[in-house]
């Protein structure tokens, strides 16, 4: 019988379909005798076949120069790496930590660390990588060399090839003709990458390469490219960035306007600046002096050239669209000085009439975030306790988080502490993201004294599951100790949601190992 007669009379059944023997009687054990033919095709089939022609085998990685891990933190790095594969509970999550939340913080430390990732776990790190874009950056740093030659032979890595964020073999940015010709030949990613490197260490030098290709360019390679220009941004790009005002993409201008802006000493800041005074003026006809608007009536094409979008999002009238766009591409310090030398303080403390206040302060905002002015932000984003709908800036927490973004590392850990303080943690989760790993010590205070006065309020934790995930993550580990008092069941309360309590000393049990492991994980990794 052919392969295919065995395969429909195994499929359909012996009894539907009986093997039909060619000459001699019928077996008395049809499925024995069906298995036994199906056996013998195969043996005849694999005898039959021809050996394969070896292949050349693949060039060897990369040296790694790196030292390797101490044997704890190998151990622990299987550990993690297992762990993120196991299958999850579901529900409820328990008074142990969640070890795949650990994974990044873990990379990050071995990578300031300098160490080099076993060869055994690099096929579970790549895995992990390839699952959680947000792994990858760290992740691929951490397999360095060898990471990427094993990405070449495996397709299922080959994301590892296509990232610039040292996911790519760039070549030395000090040889022309290296540069050069990774430039004409190489793959977007590649170069992309190459761009990034060549600016790192050279910005003007990035964009004359750059210049040289940009004709040729597709125009969403072009913004891409362009979007590249922000790292180091600096006066000496203004010439190609004037250009680009004139592309035939308009996304491709939009960005070219919105890099100028960034740079106050543009001429497309002038100009900016120059329709945007036009609008904007002091008025002193009341009792006390305020701010009096008066939105363009029109945006021409010398407005749309220069980044202005002349239709409006629905919901959006056109002149305040219209002014708020030529505000936050205004240089900051121009205000200053149009409303007599004001600081930014009283800047944003003047009443605004006919209620523009709104957008004009809105528009401010994102100037500051724009051109990276503490000085505006500070001023926007007021004292931590005010309620944020009196704030002098926006009442957005997201747009504050931009704004804490400008200030230092310590400066938005303090003001965010003040924050938590006086309103609590319902709408400090976003101010929380950008605030420094580990937590400052004024800072992860305020967090714990808040979830302990939200545990005393008697709701659950899980309202509050996002502030702890971040706790877990960014309290500094020398917390554990002062936070074990709170892992205590306490009694019911009266008005308190049923079983809140044994869930709140769940979660803070939770909270105090997990702080404890992260511990043991630097240990681990200083241990030399």
């Known amino acids: 019988m052919s392969w295919e007669e065995l395969v429909t009379s195994a499929l359909l059944g ?54 390797a891990l ?39 430390t071995a990578n300031r660390m300098g160490y080099r990732a076993p060869a055994s776990l690099l096929p579970p790190l790549l895995d992990a990588a ?16 060898r990471g990427l030659w094993l990405a070449g032979l495996n397709p299922d890595w080959r994301f590892a090839l296509r990232g610039s964020a040292g996911g790519t073999l760039r070549p030395d940015v000090t040889d022309p003709d290296a540069v050069a010709r990774l430039w004409e030949e190489g793959l977007f990613a590649e170069r992309i990458a190459l761009l990034d490197a060549v600016r790192a260490q050279d910005p003007p030098a990035g964009t004359a390469l750059l210049a040289t290709t940009w004709a040729a360019e597709r125009a969403e390679d072009r913004l891409m490219f362009l979007d590249s220009l922000r790292s180091g941004l600096g006066n000496a790009d203004e010439p190609f960035l004037e250009q680009a005002l004139s592309d035939r993409s308009r996304n491709v201008r939009a960005t070219a306007a919105e890099l100028l802006s960034a740079l106050p000493a543009s001429a497309l ?29 029109e945006c021409d094409a010398g407005m749309q050239r220069d980044g202005v979008a002349a239709v409006p999002p629905a919901g959006r009238g ?40 709104g957008e004009l302060h809105a528009a401010w905002c994102r100037a ?46 303090s003001w965010v502490a003040g924050f938590i303080a006086a309103h609590g943690l319902s709408e400090a989760f976003q101010l929380l993201g950008v605030c420094t790993v580990p937590w400052a010590g004024p800072l992860g205070r305020a967090v714990v004294d ?17 502030v702890m995930g971040l706790a877990e993550r960014c309290l500094d580990p020398a917390e554990a100790d002062r936070l074990e008092v709170l892992t205590a ?40």
């Open 318 to 357: 056109e002149r305040s669209w219209w002014l708020g766009q030529l505000v936050e591409a205004t240089p900051l310090d121009v205000w200053e000085e149009r409303f007599g030398g004001r600081a930014a303080e009283e800047v944003v403390a003047l009443p605004v009439a006919d209620e523009w206040a």
């Open 450 to 466: 808040a979830l302990d006065i939200a545990r005393d309020g008697g709701s659950y934790p899980w309202s509050f599951s996002g």
């Open 70 to 108: 101490p044997e704890a933190a190998r151990l622990r790095l299987a550990h993690l790496l297992a762990d993120r594969a196991a299958p999850s509970a579901g529900g409820r999550r328990g008074a142990a930590p969640d070890l795949t939340e650990l994974i990044p913080q873990w990379l990050a």
């Open 14 to 67: 012996t009894d539907r379909r009986p093997p039909a023997p060619r000459g001699g009687p019928a077996p008395a054990d049809v499925p024995a005798a069906l298995l036994d033919a199906a056996a013998l095709h195969t043996v005849r089939q694999r005898a039959g076949l021809r050996p394969a022609v070896p292949q050349a085998r693949p060039a060897p990685a990369a040296p790694d120069p790196r030292p």
């Open 368 to 413: 500051a975030v724009r051109q990276r002015n503490p000085h505006w932000s500070r001023a926007l984003l007021g004292r931590p306790s005010a309620p944020p709908a009196s704030g002098p800036g926006t009442a957005s927490i997201a747009e504050r988080s931009k704004l804490l973004s400008v200030l230092e590392e310590g400066e938005r850990a």
């Open 269 to 297: 800041a002038g100009r900016m600046a120059a329709r945007a005074l036009s609008c904007v003026h002091l008025d002193r006809t009341g009792v006390s002096p305020g701010i009096a608007v008066e939105a363009p009536h």
């Open 130 to 145: 390839r699952a959680r874009t947000d792994l990858r950056p760290q992740a691929l740093a951490f397999a360095g060399p």
């Open 489 to 528: 069941a306490q009694d019911e309360q009266e008005g308190a949601s049923p079983g809140a309590g044994g869930y709140w000393s769940e979660a803070f049990q939770r909270l105090v190992s997990t702080l404890r492991l992260r511990a043991t994980m630097e240990a681990e990794l200083l241990a030399a």
